[in-house]
């Protein structure tokens, strides 16, 4: 059972670019949710997705960042006009359940780079 | 500012002492979960305590919780080189649900062989 799987694992973009952000949860996990890390600091929550909704946007920037779950392929993160503040570890993570004390696995992240 | 604060924020010790690091949150949690990441990696999950358990054990690993205090303690026994890492703790918040887990700052440990 491969783990949550993220891709790519570095992108760089040059400033006013689009970044599409691949996550695939693990088998059967149809919870996903979205972490940005800057530089030696931990892990902020942006969003929360089950299948094809939105559950929780309340740590997403309202503007130029948006994320969907489809019904059939991976969880994608989008962001649009890049600047160097988005310059981040951006990690995933999927549950099999949204109850209380149920463990997320993460992904290995994507780093990006804006230059 | 962060829901979780790890103390201290770097340790540096040697193989084979055991290494202590600090956590402290704010509201009121449903559980209080350990990860682990390797320089430029992942997050790997160690362990997960419940509101209601008071100290857990997995392998070289002991973590307490104290939610009269609002706080948590990882301790690593043993240590190895290969334990060098940041350690992040995170809490769920029990008004919110699981889904927004809030991490903290985390401690940069390095074992010295």
């Known amino acids: 059972n491969a783990g949550v799987m993220q891709n790519p694992r570095h992108l760089v973009r040059r400033r006013g670019q689009e970044a599409r952000l691949r996550c695939s949860p693990m088998?059967?996990?149809?919870?996903v949710y979205w972490y940005r890390q800057l530089p030696e600091e931990g892990l902020k929550f942006m969003v929360y997705?089950?299948?094809?909704?939105?559950?929780?946007e309340s740590g997403m920037p309202k503007e130029r960042f948006s994320a969907e779950f489809p019904k059939e392929g991976p969880s994608i993160l989008r962001i649009q006009q890049v600047v160097r503040g988005d310059s981040a570890a951006y990690f995933c993570?999927?549950?099999?359940?949204?109850?209380?004390?149920?463990?997320?696995?993460f992904g290995q992240g994507t780093r990006l780079t804006v230059v | 500012s962060q829901q979780g604060e790890e103390d201290p924020q770097a340790l540096s010790i040697q193989e084979g002492e055991n290494a202590t690091m600090n956590c402290s949150y704010k509201?009121?949690?449903?559980?209080l979960q350990w990860y682990r990441q390797n320089s430029g990696r992942g997050l790997v999950h160690l362990i997960l305590?419940?509101?209601?358990?008071r100290e857990k054990h997995s392998g070289r690993l002991r973590v307490t919780l104290d939610t009269s205090k609002k706080s948590s303690s990882l301790l690593i026994t043993a240590s190895r080189a290969a334990d060098t890492a940041s350690y992040f703790c995170?809490?769920?918040?029990?008004?919110?649900?699981?889904?927004?887990?809030?991490f903290g700052t985390g401690t940069r440990l390095l074992v010295s062989p």
């Open positions: 993570a999927s549950s099999l359940t949204n109850t209380v004390n149920t463990e997320a696995f």
């Open positions: 088998k059967g996990h149809s919870h």
């Open positions: 997705l089950q299948k094809e909704n939105i559950i929780d």
């Open positions: 509201t009121s949690i449903n559980n």
């Open positions: 305590i419940r509101s209601n358990e």
């Open positions: 995170a809490t769920d918040d029990m008004n919110t649900g699981f889904q927004k887990l809030v």
